[in-house]
């Protein structure tokens, strides 16, 4: 495959992007691109002699929320906040009223979780709704059934606060906050990144995967709070929970959460889920998307195998590669995995993307097709409506832009 680059926005409104979601919201087929973050962590001097009152005024000028319209990438505000402080995010229709929303949670220092309503136009601004202040940090949203119970709930993971939950969405979403009783927590004592909502083995009920755990919530008889295996993929882990997320003196209590590890020692995951082998099982890919920046050691990239999560390790040499997706890329029915670095400055000229081409049976071949580019958080999508699966992605810090990567044949 040949990737072209564009760049999208060499001078983005915001001096450190996290949000990356491509959605089509202007209904012409092709999907848009909403960007945010939570502003520049060093704010550039403007003026003679670095008067610390100018750079606080170019912050308070800096907008946390946009989104760029295809074709043309129009630059558009969805929020002129610059104190937003935009971490996790995910897309919901919270309203059900046909169109998608979006999710953020603020970053650290700050507490809040936002639902923002779009209009029948995208073009104007967006309506801010606080859905809850309760935790600090919130590096992953997701937005899913993640109970079994019919709903979409708002799931979250707050780093600072430790705690993986959810919101069940109120029947009036407008009121702000929503109620106490709409927050459930899964679990505490548990620093994670990385969420998502799937069924993981097939039995018609959604698991939540948050970092390196899966979580089952249903009818469990009584156990002891913990108990461990062995098996060929290393120590699984298991963690019962009562319906507030903690152990109840050493019982299960029946509703509770039952945690299950996948890979021991897996730091700062990025998560991508799907059937790369073939086998009718769902696989899990991570990727430690902030090592060696937050470690002390290089990041990793691997696939882990059910029921017994046999770890294949790809490379364990690359540097922050906090992207990854899985799509096929070459049209030969088996899905690519595709990862890249975020370079954060001084490695941005080393900043790579790959594409670890699926051969099948377990097999992969490493491509890189690009470099010196650094992005975050990037996602597969078909941007210019050929049937080609292309990227869209931005840098995080210090460096800002946002680009696109189309797939030529």
């Known amino acids: 495959m040949k990737l072209e680059h564009e760049r999208i926005d060499s001078s983005p409104p ?20 909403i960007v945010g973050g939570a502003g520049s962590e060093t704010l550039p001097v403007v003026g003679v002699g670095g008067v610390p009152f100018v750079g606080r005024l170019f912050r308070r000028l800096e907008d946390d929320l946009f989104w760029y319209e295809n074709p043309g990438w129009e630059r558009h505000v969805i929020s002129s906040r610059s104190d937003l402080n935009v971490n996790g995010n995910a897309l919901g229709d919270i309203n059900e009223n046909g169109r998608l929303d979006l999710l953020v949670g603020q970053a650290i220092d700050d507490h809040g979780i936002y639902w923002f309503e779009q209009p029948s136009d995208p073009r104007d601004p967006w309506t801010e709704h606080l859905i809850g202040d309760e935790f600090e940090k919130y590096h992953d949203l997701a937005f899913g059934d993640v109970d079994n119970d019919g709903a979409p709930e708002v799931v ?81 882990a298991y963690t019962e929970r009562g319906p507030d997320g903690v152990a109840d003196g050493g019982r299960t ?46 990041g990793r990239v691997g696939w882990f195998d059910p029921p017994a999560w046999t770890a294949h390790i790809l490379r364990d040499d690359l540097h922050c590669p906090h992207s990854v997706q899985l799509v096929d890329f070459d049209d030969s029915g088996r899905l690519d995995i595709y990862v890249a670095e975020m370079g954060l400055g001084e490695h941005d000229d080393e900043a790579k993307h790959f594409v670890f081409r699926n051969l099948g049976d377990g097999r992969f071949e490493e491509t890189v097709v690009e470099t010196a580019i650094p992005t975050h958080e990037a996602k597969a999508i078909d941007v210019d409506g050929d049937g080609r699966i292309d990227i869209v992605g931005k840098s995080y810090e210090p460096n800002a832009h946002v680009d696109v990567w189309y797939n030529r044949p």
Do not use: K
């Not at 995967?209 to 108990?227: D, H, K, L, N, Q």
């Not at 073939?278 to 430690?288: I, K, M, S």
């Open 14 to 33: 915001c001096g450190r992007l996290f949000v990356c979601q491509p959605v089509d919201l202007t209904d012409n087929g092709r999907p848009d691109l």
């Open 156 to 236: 979250g993971a707050s780093q600072r606060s430790e705690v993986v939950f959810y919101y069940d969405v109120p029947e009036d979403p407008y009121q702000s906050p929503w109620p106490s009783e709409c927050l459930h927590v899964i679990d505490r004592g548990r620093n994670v990144e990385g969420l998502e909502i799937v069924d993981i083995d097939g039995d018609g009920r959604n698991e939540l995967i948050a970092g390196t755990s899966i979580y089952r919530r249903g009818e469990v008889a009584e156990s002891s709070a913990e108990s461990t295996a062995t098996t060929g993929g290393g120590q699984q």
């Open 253 to 298: 209590r029946a509703g509770g959460w039952r945690r299950e590890d996948i890979a021991v020692g897996w730091e700062w995951t990025r998560i991508a889920v799907g059937d790369i082998d073939d086998d009718g099982d769902l696989e899990v890919v991570f990727t430690e998307g902030d090592l060696p920046e937050l470690g002390d050691r290089m």
